[in-house]
């Protein structure tokens, strides 16, 4: 059974547009969550942590637990936001990625 | 300086072919992994490993075998490739409860 959604596999938006990446997720315990991005060719990295509840490069993430949802916001898009965004559940110590969703930002 | 570093950053061989993978993390991390990320950029965990051990293997081919000589390394290797290995190979680390780190990838093309 899936345990991470992304529905989106592609959004596009122009820059200065607001952006919500979905993440659902299906886990009986108190998940961890997580978002990374992958920019062209470059490896995954960090982008933000459920328990950090912090704002990177302008990104946002809360985690809902009524609705099992870890969404990514940002108000305004910049074209440098363009990357695949992966959101991951951490299992014992191995993360569970959703399919990512590609994000264009374009001028 | 680099955190988790892979060897080679691309790999092109011949179907049938015996080929490895390096990996190595200058972290002290405890846990290692292998992930692989297909031609629809899906991620999907293969090994894990922790202090030499391995704890996971998710439903990988017996041809995919890692080897970890210390903590610091998780080699992978794959015996008798097939078209349908092609992939981005990735490796990380991580320590308890920390952040995963990533390395660069290893793309590897079978002909």
């Known amino acids: 059974a899936q345990r991470v959604t992304q529905p989106e596999k592609l959004l596009s938006v122009f820059k200065g547009a607001p952006v919500e990446l979905k993440c659902n997720y299906s886990?009986?315990?108190?998940?961890?969550l997580f978002w990374y991005v992958q920019y062209s060719r470059q490896r995954l990295q960090l982008l933000l942590r459920?328990?950090s509840r912090e704002s990177i490069k302008g990104f946002t993430a809360d985690l809902n637990k009524g609705e099992t949802s870890f969404h990514l916001k940002k108000p305004f898009a910049q074209e440098e936001d363009s990357a695949m965004y992966y959101c991951?559940?951490?299992?014992?110590?191995?993360?569970?990625f959703g399919k990512g969703t590609m994000l264009l930002v374009s001028p | 300086d680099t955190a988790v570093s892979q060897t080679p950053k691309y790999l092109v061989t011949q179907m049938g072919n015996d080929k490895s993978i390096k990996c190595e993390q200058n972290?002290?991390?405890?846990?290692m992994y292998w992930y692989k990320q297909d031609s629809k950029k899906f991620l999907k965990i293969m090994f894990s490993?922790?202090?030499?051990?391995?704890?996971i293997n998710e439903t990988v081919p017996n041809r995919f075998s890692p080897k970890s000589p210390d903590k610091a390394h998780l080699n992978l290797h794959i015996n008798s490739l097939e078209l349908g290995d092609s992939a981005v190979y990735f490796c990380?680390?991580?320590?308890?409860?920390?952040?995963?780190?990533f390395g660069p990838g290893t793309r590897l093309t079978v002909l």
């Open positions: 459920h328990i």
């Open positions: 490993y922790n202090n030499k051990e391995l704890i």
């Open positions: 886990y009986s315990g108190s998940p961890e």
């Open positions: 972290l002290g991390h405890d846990t």
């Open positions: 991951a559940l951490r299992e014992y110590s191995t993360l569970t």
């Open positions: 990380a680390s991580s320590q308890d409860r920390g952040q995963s780190f």
